[in-house]
């Protein structure tokens, strides 16, 4: 990653859960030195990375910066008067299209990305659109930052990071959806609810720690449940009956549609 120098990070919205996870990260890669990272906060500054520097000015930031992270909410953004000047500008916001960015920012070096809260543990995946300025240089920096915050993907139009906003950049929330109805289901048949928790939370983490080890594509699970005909294969064709994927396309469909909607709001 050749950047002509220590490479200066900001992040605009350092203090909230996703910047703060994403400045962390970075760190802890090694792609930027602390006194080279610079954090932004927008009514207290948070006790952590005080070797780096903090300031509420967010177009300070920029102007130390030579990659500017946006991690403000979208219904915030228009409010945020940052001029990049040629800069790397890089959204973790849903919704915001790059032709806005570019013309907002005054740079066409610019990246729509979609992270989730799991980079606070290392494990999000987000997938990028790049505008057409965006140089070879910087893609290698994208790839290393949410490299560092788990795996990430290039894709090759705003559609497709507008249908993954819902698919993967609601992070946790879908597996904790499912939880919390299994949890629900345990107690009222008369489990306590510490136990219930626990059962449930540590189903949830296995599964994705299985997923993640063997690498098996979850058709081919859910078939060898199904094959063999027990109690997971009775409990799956139940749920289904009750329109549990009819459900889930039906969310990820409402999703992608309010990531439009909020596009066109900008």
Known sequence: METGGPLRVGVIGAAGWLGGAIADAILDAGIVEPQNLSLSYR???PDRFNRSFWTSDNQALADRSDVIVLSVRPADWLSLNVVAE???VISVMAGIRLSALVEHHRTDRVVRTLPN???EVRKSYTPWVAAAGLQNDDRDIIRA???ACGSQDEVHSEAEIDYLTGLTGSGPAFPALLAEAMMADAVSQGLAPEIAKRAVNTLITGAGRLLEQR?????DIVQTFLDYRGTTAAAIEE???AGFDTAVSRGLRA???KSVRMGEAS
């Not at 690498?215 to 058709?219: H, M, Q, V």
């Open 117 to 119: 809260a799991a980079a």
């Open 255 to 257: 999703a992608f549609r």
């Open 239 to 241: 749920m289904r009956a």
């Open 86 to 88: 040629g800069k790397l």
């Open 43 to 45: 009514s207290e500054r």
């Open 215 to 219: 690498e098996d594509c979850p058709t």
């Open 145 to 147: 930052i949410f490299d």
